[in-house]
């Protein structure tokens, strides 16, 4: 008898002992799992980017050019000087579904501006759809006064800002803000400009262009007054969500990325 009891003692101690060990570690993978997810687990699907192939005539031709390589390089990196222009890795949506949520008024027709944008962007990219929503959303919009503005942002030189949080490698972006100094922006045009401005930052295009020549043809020029993304900011936005290119990648990648892109275009010229 006595043997018996010693034998379900230790039973017990072994069972508590398991327990124990299985409990502590659901406990920490949830944990991992809460502080590397931004999104419910069915919101958390990698993008199936867009093959090559099936890309526009026009962005695989200009994918093999030297100036639209310089183009989309200056869009992708944070701006540096001298030897060093490109800094930074890319980093984009790897959702399938973006959410963009305006939060207050911006003037009339704003709203369906912001509507208009996110169609425009599903056209040009079928990786990630952009929808815009009442509530919780992945990116968000508000206009501020001057004063708040400043009080926020605190810097007299811009009408807009774009803030966003990332992993350096996958899942890449995961939230951006935009805030909009509704006063500085007299009319609805100057108002459009600069939205189509930060959500091209939210997007994970980093750059600007600050010459002349690109007034027109880009709405990340750094004053500019484009309301709509150019025939080069959308073969960019489409490489960017094509399945060349990845988040993390340095310039070098890259530079590598586009290439193969290129040589991959120049293959596939004939294909449907």
């Known amino acids: 008898m006595r043997a018996l009891r010693y034998i379900l003692s230790s039973l017990l101690l072994i069972a508590v002992a398991v327990v124990t060990v299985y409990g502590c570690g659901v406990a920490w993978q949830s944990l991992i799992v809460r502080l590397g997810s931004a999104d419910r687990s069915n919101d958390r699907r990698p993008t199936e980017a867009v093959a090559v192939s099936s890309l526009p005539d026009y962005t695989r031709n200009v994918a093999g050019t030297a100036w639209f390589r310089r183009y989309f390089a200056r869009l992708v990196f944070d701006e540096g000087k001298g030897a060093d222009p490109y800094r930074g890795t890319l980093t984009r ?15 009339p027709g704003m709203a369906g501006y912001v509507v208009t944008l996110a169609r425009r962007l599903n056209r040009i990219q079928q990786a990630t759809r952009f929808v815009v929503v009442d509530g919780r959303a992945e990116i968000t919009i508000e206009y501020l006064s001057h004063g708040d503005y400043l009080r926020t942002i605190g810097d007299d030189n811009t009408v807009g800002n774009c803030a966003t949080r990332y992993y350096t490698g996958p899942p890449g972006l995961i939230s951006a803000v935009i805030k909009v100094d509704a006063d500085s922006e007299e009319t609805g045009g100057e108002r459009k400009s600069t939205v189509i401005h930060e959500l091209t930052h939210a997007l994970g295009f980093q750059g600007h262009f600050r010459t002349q ?11 500019s007054t484009v309301t709509n993304w150019s025939q080069a900011d959308a073969a960019a936005i489409r490489i960017m969500y094509s399945s060349r290119m990845r988040n993390g990648m340095d310039m070098q990648g890259v530079s590598a990325a586009l290439r193969r892109f290129a040589a991959a275009s120049a293959g596939g010229r004939g294909a449907p």
């Open 93 to 107: 949506w790897d959702k399938r579904r973006v959410r963009i949520d305006i939060l207050n008024s911006g003037g």
């Open 213 to 223: 020549r690109y007034r027109r043809r880009s709405v990340l020029y750094y004053a």
